[in-house]
């Protein structure tokens, strides 16, 4: 088995040598086996060669493999000798009685042609027989499922000729009878299987932490006294006088830290995060349960108070639970990838690696690929893969029980009964294999030691092969790493203000009570803010009309599926209004349930109460909400008695503290993590601030950090409209690669004009600053296309970017109008190339400090027709994605209004099927014949915000 190369002309052989490792101190051979033929022997699919093999076969046990390998091949083939060589060959690599020759019986002619041959040969040179079955799927009647999942995975139909095909349907998890009546001939072999099972015996030891090495600078006695130092001084920082609670405060949780081991983790996280700070990497403040560390506050991980806020500890990290810390970490994200490389400069870059996940198939997703890899129309597959109702995490049995129009498909038989039975069996298996987007490894030692590893086809970053659980399980620490590119938002928008305003902004030190912010988000003018910009919630905020940023904290909270269907919005909102009334059970309640207006909305809540009125210690509180969470019944009956003894022993009486029980059961399956919550509610409060005080500045940060996504822009460019900033559009003489602010509006940047890449604009930049690298060039602004095609890299802007320059609308400012610009472009490029050659010919100018354009005489443009008002929006929007200077339905905007019940960007959060009215304009029509001959179009309408997709059928 080589790894390929340069003299292969095709696809490697499928065939693969089983292994398996008989005791547990060598499974890392196993493990750096699987790891290369991913990471470096991978060509069509994972291989290892001869030496790498003899270099990690100690302890492995060895199978001569299927019809495809090396041995039955060569019988085949007449080959006998050469087989008997192999097997030998094989047999002292990984040692007599360690090697097996492979018997296989799945109905295929050559597997039982070659079987005897296979026998003869293992008597011949004193090699075990072992009886095996290729296991594709576990029945046998799931062989026609199979053969569908293959054509998805090869993006093939079944009724396609030259597909790859099974042609048997034996490959499926057979019995013990099964195969001792497949092998009756071959006894030993079937019981050479139970041999090898307990030659395999393995024990891992799971759930001890694998903890990275974190260097202790000299001077302290371990990493324990240096946290203890390093959070103290931070805890001088945050709170400059702090009373003894606090003290008291950070130095419990560093006990509970030191007593679980985690001091190293902390120091870790804290280092990477010190290390994006000083190389200006924005990040965020908090995120998930971490934001309820005093100690990550103290170290800077997370900049939420979590005193101020009233977060606990316990929710993060339970001293009565050992479980491994969760630091998640929300870094800008395009240079998030720098931080990653950090790490792996600094710890090992065979210790530092990301995490595998598998992609599997939903209700609906499942739906769709089947009945793709059937043929079947595509209208009739959409149809019926919107039946599935909208709920997170639904099966297609649920859905089945819940719509009356799938269950009579299924049994009514056809084509759809065929697509449903097929799409129940495929459900919930994995699909593909890709890189986790946030999850990162960093391990003591080589993580080819401890885990196996995986490259994801055309990319350099090596993950594990575990998922995200099993390497937990295996004590790996997971740490997340995540993109959030509202933080680039943020950071720009702060810098714009610098730049035009000379002022700084602290974003960290906002003031929470800032007027002018509490009032945009009460008015939900939130297109834009963080958390806050969706249409269910902007008609959250009107509602609830937030006072406080306690009220924010709520509101994400509150603005997710279980509480928004349960009625505890309504209940909340009219309990803050004084249309219903506040009723605590019992006095206690009441200091920590006012900020939520008596209502249990965090997790936190949950503890609290059982803490205050109970007496249990958090660490134990936090038990009881995950078990009020799980809702086991014997474990809830199990602390309802523990609670309501607790309660009763301090005074409250037995119905009230079974009432509160039954309110904490109730409402804990809603509750949400408060951290969290306020970590996300905090990043929303700065970017209402920043669009409340600097909404010029916040609005181009916006559109720059949105330019790859065009339904973006299109949504930011109509709520600069309704804040009246204009939106200039791109001119060569004065855009950059970003939306730019220029006095009270917004300059277009060239990076969100299609074809014009970086490497243009960068090279249009250069020549209009006088950095172009050409000494006889001109610098300052272009006068002409002519002068612009003189002195720019042509080689970096192309003829297509000039054309897409002009139909944007980049030269407006220069003479001619579009369609001459256009129609001028070759002329005007074959001209300068042509001057750009002759000077770099003549290197000097002859001509001293005169200035080159003074001496040049532009050609006239060409006498062609101006382009009337709806062509040039047409054009316009080819290049940019949408309509930038006008809008075909500007001019019934009024009339929209009154009769339209929803724009595109409300129908995303619109249920299926609702009746709405709908206002846009026809932008384009792909028709096509459905199996029955009529014809089916899916038609696209564009409005101010956007555009949707419909279906229609003749």
């Known amino acids: 088995m080589s790894r390929g190369g340069a003299g292969s002309t095709g696809p490697p052989s499928t065939g693969r040598r089983t292994r398996s490792i008989t005791w547990c101190s060598w499974y890392r051979n196993l493990l750096r086996l699987s790891s290369s033929s991913f990471v470096e022997g991978f060509y069509y699919k994972p291989r290892i060669d001869l030496d790498i093999l003899s270099r990690h076969s100690a302890g492995l046990l060895g199978m001569s493999a299927c019809l495809n390998a090396e041995i039955p091949k060569l019988l085949l083939g007449g080959r006998a000798d050469e087989a008997f060589l192999a097997a030998g060959r094989f047999q002292d690599l990984f040692g007599k009685g360690n090697f097996y020759i492979e018997l296989q019986d799945h109905d295929i002619p050559d597997e039982q042609k070659v079987m005897p041959l296979l026998a003869e040969l293992a008597g011949r040179a004193g090699i075990p027989l072992v009886a095996t079955n290729d296991c594709h799927y576990n029945r046998k009647e799931d062989a026609d499922a199979h053969d569908v999942l293959v054509c998805i995975q090869t993006n093939k139909t079944v009724d396609d000729p030259n597909r790859l095909k099974f042609t048997t349907s034996e490959l499926y998890f057979k019995s013990p009878t099964e195969m001792r009546e497949l092998f009756r001939h071959h006894p030993a072999a079937c019981d050479a299987t139970l041999d090898i099972a307990e030659k395999c015996r393995l024990t891992l030891e799971l759930g001890k932490a694998q903890l990275p090495h974190f260097p202790c600078p000299d001077g302290f006695a371990g990493l324990d006294d240096y946290l203890h130092h390093v959070a103290r001084e931070g805890l001088k920082r945050r709170y400059p006088s702090p009373g003894d609670a606090i003290r008291e405060r950070l130095d419990y949780e ?220 295996i004590g790996l620490v997971k740490m997340d790493f995540l993109g959030l590119r509202t933080l680039k938002v943020i950071d720009q928008a702060v810098r714009l203000v610098r730049k035009r305003h000379d002022t700084r902004i602290d974003i960290a030190r906002l003031p929470f009570d800032d007027p002018a912010t509490m009032e945009l988000l009460r008015a939900g003018r939130a297109i834009g803010v963080f958390q806050f910009e969706s249409e269910g919630m902007r008609n959250l905020l009107r509602r609830l009309s937030p006072e406080t940023f306690e009220d924010l904290i709520a509101v994400c909270a509150l603005y997710r599926p279980g509480p928004m269907g349960s009625g505890m919005v309504d209940d909340f909102i009219d309990c803050k209004h004084g249309r219903k009334e506040v009723r605590y059970e019992h006095p206690e309640l009441e200091p920590i349930l006012s900020a939520t207006h008596g209502m249990m909305v965090y997790q936190e809540q949950v503890m609290q109460i059982a803490s205050s009125l109970a007496g249990y210690p958090l660490g134990q509180a936090d038990l009881l909400r995950r078990a009020m969470g799980k809702k086991k019944a014997e474990e809830m009956e199990q602390q309802k008695t523990s609670f309501v003894e607790g309660a009763t022993g301090r005074g409250i009486r037995r119905p009230v503290a079974e009432k509160i029980f039954e309110q904490m059961a109730y409402f804990a399956g809603y509750g949400f993590n408060k951290s969290h919550s306020a970590a996300y509610a905090l990043i929303g409060y700065q970017t209402a601030w920043l669009k409340a005080h600097h909404p010029v500045e916040f609005m181009a940060a916006s559109l720059s950090s949105e330019m790859d996504k065009t339904n973006r822009i299109v949504i930011l460019i109509e709520e600069c409209r309704k804040m009246a900033i204009p939106v200039l559009p791109p001119l060569v003489n004065r855009s950059g690669f970003e939306f730019v602010v220029e ?39 272009f006068t002409s296309l002519y002068d612009f095609c003189r002195r720019v890299d042509l080689k970096s802007v192309n003829k297509r970017v000039v054309e897409s320059l002009v139909s944007a609308g980049a030269f407006d400012d220069l003479p001619g109008h579009r369609a001459q610009q256009l129609a001028a472009v070759a002329t005007a490029m074959a001209r300068g190339q042509s001057d750009q050659d002759e000077r770099r010919g003549n290197q000097t100018s002859l001509f001293g400090g005169t200035d080159p354009r003074s001496l040049v005489i532009d050609p006239v443009l060409p006498e062609v027709l101006e382009w009337d008002h709806p062509n040039q929006l047409r054009e316009e929007k080819a290049v940019l994605g949408f309509f930038l200077t006008d809008h075909p339905l500007a001019p019934l905007r009024e009339e929209i209004a009154a009769v339209a019940t929803c724009d595109s960007l409300g129908l995303q959060e619109r249920k299926s099927n609702q009746d709405v009215d709908f206002v846009g304009v026809v932008s384009a029509v792909t028709r096509k014949p459905t199996r029955s001959g009529s014809l089916m179009a899916w038609i696209t309408l564009e409005d101010f915000a956007g555009s949707v997709e419909c279906i229609c059928f003749s």
């Not at 606990?312 to 240079?335: K, Q, T």
């Not at 065979?350 to 599997?360: D, K, L």
């Not at 890449?757 to 950095?771: F, L």
């Open 254 to 473: 560093l006990g509970v830290i030191a007593r679980m081991g985690y001091a190293g983790y902390f120091l870790v996280v804290q280092d990477f995060i010190d290390y994006a700070r000083r190389q200006e990497i924005p990040v965020g403040p908090g995120r998930g349960s971490a934001a309820g560390s005093l100690v990550a506050y103290c170290l800077g991980i997370t900049d939420i108070d979590p005193i101020r806020f009233n977060l606990l500890f316990e929710r993060f990290l339970n001293p009565d639970r050992i479980s491994m810390p969760d630091i998640d970490v929300d870094f800008e994200d395009d240079r998030r990838d720098e931080i990653i490389q950090y790490v792996r400069r600094k710890y090992g870059e065979e210790n530092v690696c990301q995490i595998i996940t598998f992609g599997t198939m939903a209700a609906r997703g499942a739906i769709r690929d089947v009945g793709r890899a059937l043929g079947m129309p595509y209208g009739d597959v959409d149809r019926i893969a919107k039946l599935v109702p909208e709920e997170l995490g639904i099966t297609l049995e649920k859905a089945i029980g819940a719509a009356p129009e799938l269950l009579q498909m299924e049994t009514d038989g056809g084509a759809p009964a065929r697509l449903l039975k097929t799409a129940r069996v495929l459900e919930g298996l994995s699909r593909h294999a890709s890189t986790h987007a946030a999850g990162v490894i960093i391990s003591p030692r080589r993580l080819d030691e401890i885990v196996p590893l995986f490259k994801p086809t055309n990319k350099d970053e090596i993950s594990t092969q575990y998922d995200m659980n099993s390497v937990e399980k």
């Open 743 to 781: 006095e009270s509006s917004i300059r277009f940047g060239l990076g969100a004009v299609k074809n014009v890449g970086q490497g243009a604009i960068e090279a249009i930049r250069a020549a209009r600053d006088g950095r172009g690298g050409d000494p006889g060039a001109a610098s300052g602004p």
